[in-house]
């Protein structure tokens, strides 16, 4: 059962919820229901020790408790458990991951990130599902995998989807 995290958007994220739930997207459509600010999943770590791992994060965050499980953090708060989570840890998924916000000097393109919340890089976390194992570039097929969804990639369909040419 994952520990998640959850924001309340309207106050800039300064509200995070930390709580434990079979079904996040449900715990999450429940809090949202009554509440005028929309309610955000930020990530989740998968636990054996849910209940525990829980019970740490309220200790550790305690300073700055609002009210009950919300605490007054921001998600750059959260992202380096969630890093040390690794193979357990998972962002939410922007689900504009891909969309070209730019482009380098070099005129490579930039895209918009795989979290909303804090800029990382594919050797951190998966744009495909969001885990932060990140992507392992391999040798021998030239592309780069997740162990966690299994995605195998060499990002080359990305550029064609956006019209460059391919090399």
């Not at 449900?26 to 636990?47: D, E, F, H, V, Y």
């Not at 009950?68 to 939410?92: C, H, K, Q, S, Y």
């Not at 504009?96 to 393109?109: E, K, M, N, W």
Request: aromatic content about 10%.
């Amino acid at each position: 059962m994952p520990v998640y995290f959850i924001g309340d958007e309207d106050s800039g994220y300064c509200r995070i919820k930390i709580g434990v739930a079979k079904d996040i997207e449900k715990r999450r459509t429940n809090l949202q229901t009554g509440n005028p600010s929309a309610i955000r999943l930020l990530g989740w770590i998968n636990s054996e020790e849910t209940f525990e791992l829980e019970r740490h994060l309220h200790h550790h965050f305690a300073a700055t408790r609002v009210r009950g499980e919300w605490f007054a953090i921001e998600p750059a708060d959260i992202l380096p458990i969630l890093m040390r989570a690794t193979n357990d840890g998972f962002v939410a998924k922007n689900a504009d991951v891909f969309q070209i916000v730019g482009y380098d000097r070099d005129a490579v393109p930039e895209y918009l990130g795989v979290w909303e919340w804090g800029d990382l890089e594919i050797d951190e976390s998966c744009p495909f599902c969001g885990c932060l194992c990140g992507m392992a570039f391999q040798d021998a097929s030239q592309m780069y995998h997740c162990i966690n969804c299994d995605a195998l990639t060499d990002f080359s369909e990305l550029s064609q989807r956006d019209g460059e040419p391919e090399d």
